[in-house]
């Protein structure tokens, strides 16, 4: 909880003296910073992942929050590498948008694996036939202290943004990136496309600055040890 508000605090005296001044700050948190934070915005370009009940693309939800924690990890002077910067899917082979699908895939896994000391958090929402169902849900690679991770950003967000759910974190099982990564990696699932509520807080500022602040803290909490 200190360190969300340490982020928050972080974020808005960016807003009044910039944000090199803020990092300037932050370099004075004991923080192991030899990890890089590779940033993964699910889906992309061919692959839109699923619709949201509005209408709107899984993979602009993802771009658009994975940008905002970009700028939060770059506050609190973590190293980072975002996996897309734009709508793209990061493709090299392939003809049919399913073999792509398989290229894409192979080829983040290549640019998390040849990261040193790569540390990845993976951005997805979900979806539901029954639109009842909402809340932040976060999955873990089966390498390095993935389930730890998992574990403390699962409680933040029922402390936070989701109070009174009843979630619990989950070994990504069956997600290709997530099982061929070598290093530390959580999936989170920031809420659900197929929730009209959820679905119209996931599309505003606020509530992705705030889910933003909660996985940036949660992470440099998890670097300071
Ligand atoms: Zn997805």
Redesign the pocket.
């Known amino acids: 909880m200190l360190f969300y508000i340490l982020v928050v605090s972080l974020f808005l005296t960016a807003t009044y003296w910039g944000s090199r001044a803020t990092s300037v700050i932050a370099q004075k948190i004991p923080m192991d910073r030899n990890h890089t934070v590779i940033i993964d915005a699910?889906?992309g370009g061919v692959d839109g992942?699923?619709t949201s009940c509005s209408g709107k693309l899984?993979s602009a939800f993802n771009l658009e929050i994975a940008l905002r924690l970009n700028d939060l990890m770059h506050l609190l002077g973590l190293h980072t590498k975002m996996i897309r910067t734009s709508d793209i899917s990061v493709y090299t082979q392939g003809e049919t948008i399913a073999a792509k699908k398989v290229s894409d895939l192979k080829e983040r896994v290549r640019i998390v694996s040849e990261t040193e000391n790569g540390l990845l958090v993976s951005i997805?929402?979900n979806t539901f036939p029954d639109g009842r169902y909402s809340g932040a849900q976060v999955f873990y690679g089966p390498e390095g202290e993935g389930r730890e991770l998992a574990v403390q950003l699962q409680q933040a967000f029922i402390d936070t943004v989701n109070p009174g759910s009843n979630r619990t974190c989950k070994e990504a099982e069956g997600v290709y990136l997530m099982q061929h990564i070598n290093c530390t990696g959580i999936l989170i699932e920031c809420g659900f496309l197929s929730n009209p509520e959820e679905e119209a807080k996931l599309r505003d500022d606020s509530y992705q600055q705030k889910l933003c602040c909660v996985i940036a803290a949660t992470v440099g909490q998890f670097l300071t040890k």
Do not use: F, P, T
């Open positions: 699910g889906h992942g699923a899984e997805h929402q």
